[in-house]
């Protein structure tokens, strides 16, 4: 199982950036896959959540700004973040845990989680 994330980069406030995540080693069409960020001093925060079969979940505080969708042929997820925040500078990780759902992190935890598998993470720098 092998999570690639790319697509971090320093941007301004209010900018956006597209997250991906390569996913390889294991079946893609039933495994969900979500994202998460880990900015210094805070917890693990889950952002959002594809399933397999496409339905989404996105967290309160990113809802309406961020979005998560999947390429099945390209067995890859993105993340579109958009209205990006200086506190939102962070490492973006994806997690999945073949097959089926993901490992959610427990509270207190930080990125990567110590259950399920994760990206090396991809660094987003929001500036003002």
């Known amino acids: 199982v092998q999570l690639v994330e790319s697509g971090g980069s320093s941007v301004q406030s209010g900018g956006s950036l597209r997250l991906s995540c390569k996913a390889s080693?294991?079946?893609?069409?039933?495994?969900?896959i979500g994202w998460y960020r880990q900015a210094p001093g805070n917890e693990c925060e889950l952002l959002a959540v594809?399933?397999?079969?496409?339905?989404?979940d996105v967290e309160d505080p990113v809802k309406g700004r961020f979005t998560i969708s999947q390429d099945n042929a390209e067995k890859t997820v993105y993340l579109q973040m958009n209205s990006l925040k200086t506190e939102e500078t962070a490492v973006y990780y994806c997690?999945?845990?073949?097959?089926?759902?993901?490992?959610?992190?427990?509270?207190?935890?930080?990125?990567?989680?110590?259950?399920?598998?994760w990206g090396r993470g991809t660094q987003v720098t929001v500036s003002s």
């Open positions: 997690t999945a845990d073949p097959p089926g759902p993901i490992m959610y992190v427990r509270p207190g935890d930080t990125c990567p989680g110590r259950r399920g598998y």
């Open positions: 080693g294991f079946s893609f069409g039933n495994t969900d």
């Open positions: 594809i399933g397999y079969d496409g339905t989404t």
